[in-house]
Structure formats: structure tokens, C-alpha cells
DNA sequence: CGACGTGTGAAAATCCTGTGAAAGCAGGTA
DNA sequence: TACCTGCTTTCACAGGATTTTCACACGTCG
């Protein structure tokens, strides 16, 4: 055996990446070429506590430290012990070998330095997390809870209290994409792409199908609930919301988006 | 090192370091300090067979692309293929942004530039191959008990009461991997990844092949519990539960972050 | 009222896993 | 060295499970 194959399957699993700089034009650079990626990126305006790093949940972070003030390096310390998944990058102007040695020393995982093309940031970026991810396989991952459905990555699989939706690993795969952004619409080929890794084909049904599986599985044991639904002419939305069509949006707006509000969804278009 | 610093003791495992460069200089610089670290420092003239690098079992490989010729990138793409837990890093001259983004894109975790100082050369290394934090070892001598099964790892071997399974050395690995999270589905690659080292080619079905085994000693021994189920697609799943199918183990919550708190997944993330 | 996008059911094509057995290896023995 | 032995890897095939494809009914939009 030995040589053979060389596997393109890059698993592109989507990113989620926190900004901390103020370099407004950089940043929005960079906002623009993840999100062609399919990132999720979110700028910062500075420290935030630790609470809120965690509850975000992120992969990466890419920080100038100069915008964390002067205990950056401790607030950076902690940040790393706290977060042994996430994988923390700094960019900087200036710096000595020592300054970097240190910081690499704490726990920071890659050390750029301004001014630096926002390509080569998002590789080492995208280095950086999938050096990670790989270190800790879905360890964490807590349950997401979505209506009265429950999903649980570390089972590829969907329950309804105890009973299992007996998912196949396409099915799950989807569900686990559309509920990963609640309330967002997603468009068929953007689906197609992240789910089945490869472009869709044109007039490829597969989507449909998959999501009429999705909600047949779902009626059965939830059928007091919506999860899925269609936007005519552009894909498919997650939400899940009691059957007498009352939207719920769950408490837990509480810190997810401050700054931008999640795509407040053309009603016209929904279908019941 | 003289000035000791204050490094998170955490992962002081003995790093196995690879190099490949002709600056003899810079080379020896290196090994000086990397003997002083406690490390294991080896030099090699220039690509040589992916088995042999696999046999090695290193955490880290510092190369200048240089050295390895005209087909440096197809080598090194092969090597993070067949060993993604290993650590590469290129430590080159001049370089295009273009050039740093593919390699970094073929696998590479980070990519130095000359002149550089080995003690920043050194930390990046650690960076780069510092992740498996847990303690597994010896740490819990506990044997573990799983059902009819007794698992010890100080004897590398299984029992039913005070018969012996008989396990050959990788049946014993796999079956403590599995065993060690418990109710967690493990896919084909991950489970190969982990029991064998490397890369798991496409094709192979030497997983299954131990699967069936462990199954059949498994089932000779202990009929009545079914301990190893299948999730197709996927890979397998250890859960230990009597013939009649009644779960045993509750979905307790993954052990690994007693931190981190279960908080209900903050779902909306917006994209900034 | 069309044109077009979506829901649906079922057939067809693919892929995946269990299995038995042969071939390849490494280590010990005569 | 030649041989034996136990372990690991590779192969080919059968039975299922899953995914893809198709044709048609239905809804939505302009």
C-alpha cells in the first residue's frame, strides 16, 4: 500500500472566528474573503470576559494585542488555559524575538506580523484550527436543543426526548447545518456544497429529497413543532416554532448577536 | 536553559523532533538547545520513505523545502496526509505570500523564514505540537469495568470474570479506545488515525476486520451483552447494554470540561 | 392563466458492512 | 537457513442500507 491516494477530502468544516483589532480597513478585508468561505466571523472591540468568549464557542481568534491594553498578555494567558481547543493568533506590528517567544510560550499558537495579506492570515488561521480540532476530537460539543429536539454530534444522531430519529449520516448532516444557524436561510447550492462537499450539479434534487426525509423523521416524533422551512425560489430556513405557527425566539438571544442582527428573514417570503 | 521560563508545565512530554536542513550552523544551534530541552533531535539529509517517518513516530518536523527538491510540496502534502498529528513546520528564505498560502493550505502548521532565531524557531515547534494535555497514561490504574467486561490496561488485556479474552495487541487498543468513550460514535478514519498511528487509506478495511474480531471474542465470552453496534456510514460506537437492548449507560454528559458549562449553545452567530 | 419551483413516491444505482479465506510478516525454533 | 506459528493486512463477494434519479402532482408567482 503505502503512497497512493492523496485525499482531497479538506473537510472545510465551518469556522468560527473572533476579530480583536482596530484596523477597521483589515478587518473588514478579512470579513469579507471568510465569509466566501464560509466562515463565521465576528469583530470585537476589545477584551470581553471570559464567559462570553466561551459561550461563543469559537475555533479561532485572531488578535492584535496592542488593542487588549497592557495586561494583554495575561488576559491572552488566560484566554488560551481556558480554551485549549481554540486557536489563538496574534498579529502585530513590530515585535522582538523575545516578545514573540513569550507569547508562543503562553499558549498562542501563531504570531504574525503586520502588515500582513489578509490570505496568508486566513491560512494560518485556518492552520491553526484544524491543528486543533484535530487535538481534541468533538470532545465538548454539548447537546443542541432546538424545540423539542435535541441534537447530539458526539451520536450523529437526533432525539426527541429518548427516542432516537434514526438519522442517516446525510440526513444528520443537514439537520446539523440548518440548525447550526437558526433562522438563517439557507440557499440550496450553499446546502449542497457544505453538506455533500462538491458543487451542486444543476437541477440536482437531492436537497429536496433530504429535507423531505428530514421533515417526515421529524412529523413523526415532533409533531407538534415546525423545524424546516421553504422560501420559495431561494432554500430553507430553521426554525423551530409550536405548531400554532407562534414564533419562539428562545431566551437565548441573550448574548449571541449584539452587534448584527441575524438577518431579520423577508416574512413575505416564508410559507407556513 | 539558564533563565528558566515560567512554561505552563502542563505538557512536558519529551518532543521527538525531526529536521531537515543543510545549514549545519543553524541545525546544531538548534540541537544544542533542543538537547538542553529534554527533546529527541534527529537529522535527516532529505526526504526519505513515509514509512520510515511513520516508524519514527515524531511530533515535530522542522524542513527546509530546499533541501527536498524539485517535488518538496507533493512530498510534504503526502507526509500531512499520512501523519496529521504531526507538526510541520518550513523554515525557508525568501518567500512569496502566495507561496506560505499553499503551503500552509497543503497541511503545513506554520512556516518560519531565514534568518530566524532557534529560540523562536524552537517555541514555534512547541506550538505547533503541543495538544494531547490529557494525562491518559497511567493515570487512572483503575481497571475499567464496562458490562460483564473488565478492561485492564496494565495488563493490556480484557476479562469476563477471571477468563481472559485473549487479545492480541491491537484488539486490545482498539477495544480500549472504543471503550474509553463510551456512547460516543468513533468514525473509521478517527479510530485508525488513533489505534494505528497514521493516516487510514482509502479502502482499507482493517477496522473492521479487528471489529469483528473483538466481536467474536466479545460474544464467546459475554452472549449475553452486546457491547460494540455499528452506525452505518459512520463508524462504530462502544455502549455496553444487555441482550434485550435496555441501554444501561445514561447519557451522562461527555465527561471531558468539568469547566466548561453546558450552556444552551448560544445558537445565533451572526455573520458580521 | 402559464411558467417554474417544490413536494412526493418509488425504482434504479451506489455505497457500506459482515464475512471467510488467502497472502504477507515478524518472531521464535530446530 | 529453513520452518513453524500467531498476528495483521488484503481480497472478493453477498446482502442490505442509503443515496440518487425520475416522472408527476401541486403551489406559487408574475
Known amino acids: 500500500m503505502a503512497h497512493t491516494i492523496a485525499r482531497p477530502v479538506n473537510q472545510q468544516q465551518t469556522i468560527r472566528l473572533a476579530v480583536i483589532d482596530d484596523d477597521s480597513g483589515f478587518v473588514t478585508v478579512l470579513a469579507k474573503r471568510t465569509e466566501v468561505a464560509g466562515w463565521q466571523q465576528r469583530t470585537l472591540a476589545g477584551a470581553i470576559p471570559l464567559e462570553e468568549l466561551v459561550a461563543m464557542k469559537l475555533n479561532a481568534l485572531l488578535v492584535d494585542p496592542t488593542v487588549l491594553g497592557g495586561d494583554a498578555w495575561a488576559y491572552l494567558e488566560r484566554v488560551c488555559g481556558m480554551l485549549p481547543d481554540l486557536g489563538v493568533v496574534v498579529?502585530?506590528?513590530?515585535?522582538?524575538?523575545?516578545?514573540?517567544?513569550?507569547?508562543?510560550?503562553?499558549?498562542?499558537?501563531?504570531?504574525?506580523?503586520?502588515?500582513?495579506?489578509?490570505?496568508?492570515?486566513?491560512?494560518?488561521?485556518?492552520?491553526?484550527?484544524?491543528?486543533?480540532?484535530?487535538?481534541?476530537?468533538?470532545?465538548?460539543?454539548?447537546?443542541?436543543?432546538?424545540?423539542?429536539?435535541?441534537?447530539?454530534?458526539?451520536?450523529?444522531?437526533?432525539?426527541?426526548?429518548?427516542?432516537?430519529?434514526?438519522?442517516?449520516?446525510?440526513?444528520?448532516?443537514?439537520?446539523?447545518?440548518?440548525?447550526?444557524?437558526?433562522?438563517?436561510?439557507?440557499?440550496?447550492?450553499?446546502?449542497?456544497q457544505r453538506v455533500w462537499g462538491y458543487a451542486m450539479a444543476h437541477g440536482d434534487r437531492s436537497v429536496d429529497v433530504f429535507i423531505r426525509k428530514l421533515r417526515q423523521k421529524l412529523e413523526k416524533l415532533s409533531p407538534s413543532w415546525s423545524y424546516i422551512h421553504t422560501h420559495f425560489g431561494v432554500g430553507y430556513r430553521f426554525d423551530p416554532e409550536p405548531a400554532d405557527g407562534t414564533a419562539v425566539v428562545p431566551p437565548s438571544a441573550s448574548q449571541g448577536q449584539s452587534d448584527i442582527d441575524p438577518t431579520p428573514a423577508p416574512e413575505a417570503f416564508t410559507v407556513a
Open 91 to 192: 498579529c502585530t506590528g513590530r515585535s522582538t524575538v523575545a516578545q514573540r517567544v513569550r507569547g508562543l510560550r503562553l499558549g498562542i499558537d501563531d504570531w504574525i506580523t503586520k502588515p500582513c495579506h489578509p490570505e496568508e492570515a486566513i491560512a494560518r488561521l485556518e492552520a491553526v484550527s484544524r491543528r486543533r480540532r484535530r487535538a481534541r476530537p468533538q470532545a465538548e460539543a454539548g447537546p443542541v436543543i432546538a424545540g423539542e429536539l435535541e441534537i447530539r454530534a458526539d451520536r450523529f444522531q437526533a432525539y426527541v426526548g429518548e427516542v432516537s430519529l434514526d438519522l442517516t449520516r446525510r440526513e444528520f448532516e443537514l439537520l446539523q447545518l440548518l440548525a447550526d444557524s437558526p433562522g438563517q436561510v439557507l440557499e440550496r447550492e450553499a446546502i449542497y
